[in-house]
């Protein structure tokens, strides 16, 4: 039975030259974010060394899954990991950019053609509220 827009994540976790890779596809808004954040912490309880996030497959990001993101970056810089983030989206960069997760997640700073819209980024200190 095929989902309709907005019901559908899937998220893949695998381990690949020794790094845990995280690759959710789908829709991660605020009906799915229960599935993500699960699969989110059975990774962190793992304690890796290193994870690799491909959001490549994401359509949606919602802020209730940012939270879930970032819930996860906190628990993996107290355990020491590494964290990389891979095959951005621009839908989804917009979302990771205004929030001023490209700083956390270690993306490029966005060209400067490409300027934040309507909102306001964060503190410089990086502290999301």
Not at 58 to 86: C, D, E, H, K, P
């Amino acid at each position: 039975m095929k989902k309709a827009p907005g019901e559908y994540l899937e998220v893949d976790v695998a381990e690949q030259d020794g790094a845990i890779v995280i690759a959710p596809r789908g829709d991660a808004g605020h009906r799915q974010a229960e599935r993500l954040g699960e699969a989110l912490a059975q990774v962190a309880a793992r304690r890796p060394q290193k994870v690799v996030l491909n959001l490549s497959g994401l359509t949606f990001l919602s802020s209730v899954a940012i939270g879930m993101f970032i819930t996860f970056y906190r628990a993996l810089s107290r355990q020491g990991a590494q964290l990389q983030v891979t095959g951005v989206p621009a839908l989804i960069a917009e979302a990771i950019y205004v929030t001023g997760l490209d700083r956390w997640f270690n993306l490029p700073d966005r060209p400067a053609d490409q300027p934040v819209t309507n909102a306001t980024r964060p503190a410089e200190t990086g502290e999301i509220c």
